[in-house]
């Protein structure tokens, strides 16, 4: 079994034989697609190549002239610590490998042993390697709460820190080969997301995106293993799969918690062995695409369930993310309802209208089952509808009336008790609610109280001086 691995630093073999080079290089390729590899004769140009070059990983014959593979392994761990190295011996010395170990050599191997424990050793290395260097990467921007690349998720409109998080994390992992797993409700920008993972990770090759929702069995295959001329009634011309129209780049698939018991065993498949079959072809093809996949289902549950494959669950969530809700995330929301009525405004060919400081507070009630692309569409239809210089409110109001499942707020609550016949408050009283309730806990703080309403203190002091202006006299 095989496994594709495209390694996000460079592979450094070093031998003065070059057959043993050359053949090991092959090997590599074949057995896991790793093509990232440097090839070095001369030992005294070792340490040039790793000043010069993104090396994570070495491989080291231990009897070379002019610099030995002990020498080097020493002036490596200390001149770069963060380097891997595999010591290859054409000897099996048990004491030679026990004192390179102890030098801080990864692992020892003679090549008269069989090849296929060289290779899976170095793959083994190089995903530790990665490993590694997630690990420090995580640390560095969660200790330091820095985006090294904040342009990738400029298309993603939010302050949340949850989020902050998300696009920290996806830094970390965007440059590795192994897969991600998406999670989230859907409506919550998954594919925005994944966009922002695949310009992260560098990859020349283009994002293709799969909706696997609804593809039966042969559907699938066909959409992602493309097929030979011939392959079944009406392919009168070849075509390239998904997967091979993403070479060099990243394969998107969404809805994955959708696909068959049958579709789970080829995709299984393909990212264990890194090469499939077009329908129709008896030869193999080699996946190039780093794949990321994306599902508003509790993939965990459907495991244990036995609707989706234990080992397909697992090797999908090497890397995972969990998008929040919106309503985990009220202070988007004022900047969504800009971000969406500016881009309906353009659309549309109008100007940009203001929108009542109520609205905010409004919408913050509402628990957003639609998430993001409901507040764009409740944008986007509310501007088709505006004539006037400020934004109606009505078009909301009708849209969260519609949705059976949505919450009264809390303060309403916790209110006085209404009778069954009684009418429900209407949504100015509701805002007048929220103020009190606001105020209440920030013990007569407007400063605090703006800040918990997500609105600027000059609309609450306005909002307060109606609220007094419309109480009754004594």
């Known amino acids: ?71 080097l392994l020493a002036r490596i761990v200390e001149e770069h610590p963060d380097v891997g190295v595999i010591v290859i011996s054409g000897l099996n010395q048990v004491e030679t490998a026990v004192n390179c170990i102890k030098q801080g050599a990864f692992d020892y191997f ?83 997301i994944a966009r922002a993972a695949h310009d992260l990770s560098g990859r020349a090759g283009p994002l293709v995106c799969v909706n696997v929702a609804g ?37 998107f698939l969404d809805e994955i918690g959708d696909l068959s018991r049958a579709s789970q065993v080829k995709l299984l498949r393909l990212l264990q062995e890194g090469d499939y079959y077009p329908l129709g072809s008896d030869r193999p093809k080699r996946l190039r695409a780093r794949v990321v996949v994306a599902t508003h289902q509790d993939l965990d549950e459907k495991q244990r369930q036995g609707e989706f494959r234990k080992d397909l669950y697992y090797r999908l969530r090497t890397h995972q993310v969990q ?61 088709s509808v505006h004539r006037s210089r400020t934004l109606s409110m009505e078009v909301f109001k009708r849209a969260m009336q519609r949705t059976d499942d949505t919450p009264l707020p809390s303060p309403v609550a916790r209110h ?26 920030a013990e007569g703080n407007q400063s605090i109280a703006s800040r918990l309403l997500g609105i600027s203190q000059p609309a609450l002091s306005k909002r307060l001086k109606k609220m007094r202006d419309a109480e009754p006299d004594d």
Do not use: W
């Open 215 to 251: 593809l039966d069995d042969n559907v699938f295959a066909d959409t992602l293993f493309g097929h030979q001329r011939g392959a079944f009634t009406g392919a009168d011309q070849p075509r390239a799969g998904m997967i091979e129209q993403a070479a060099g780049g990243t394969l």
């Open 323 to 383: 998008v929040p809700p919106l309503r985990q995330r009220k202070q988007d929301i004022p900047l969504l309802l800009a971000h969406f009525l500016a881009e309906a405004a353009d659309e549309l060919g109008k100007s940009k209208p203001t929108f009542p400081a109520e609205l905010p507070v409004l919408l913050s009630t509402y628990s957003f089952p639609g998430n993001v692309r409901e507040l764009r569409a409740m944008a986007f239809d509310a501007m």
């Open 1 to 71: 079994m095989t496994k594709n691995l495209y390694p996000s630093f460079g592979l450094l073999l070093v031998d003065d034989e070059p057959s043993f080079l050359r053949s090991l290089s092959i090997a590599l390729e074949r057995s896991g697609g790793i093509t990232n590899i440097h090839r070095c004769q001369d030992s005294r140009e070792v340490l040039t190549l790793l000043e010069r070059e993104n090396i994570g990983l070495v491989t080291l014959d231990l009897t070379m002239p002019h610099l030995s593979g002990e020498q």
């Open 110 to 192: 003679v090549k008269t042993d069989e090849e296929d424990r060289l290779l899976e050793g170095i793959k083994r290395a190089i995903r530790l390697q990665e490993l590694r260097q997630e690990n420090q990467e995580l640390r560095k921007r969660f200790l330091n709460d820095t985006l090294e690349h904040p342009e990738a998720f400029a298309h993603i409109v939010t302050a949340d820190k949850g989020m902050r998080s998300v696009f920290q994390y996806l830094e970390s992992v965007a440059p590795t080969s192994q897969p991600i797993l998406i999670g989230g409700e859907s409506g919550v920008g998954k594919e925005l």
């Open 416 to 441: 006085a008790a209404f009778a069954p016949d009684e009418p429900l408050p209407t949504l100015h009283a509701v805002a007048d609610l929220l103020v009190d309730e606001a105020m209440k806990r």
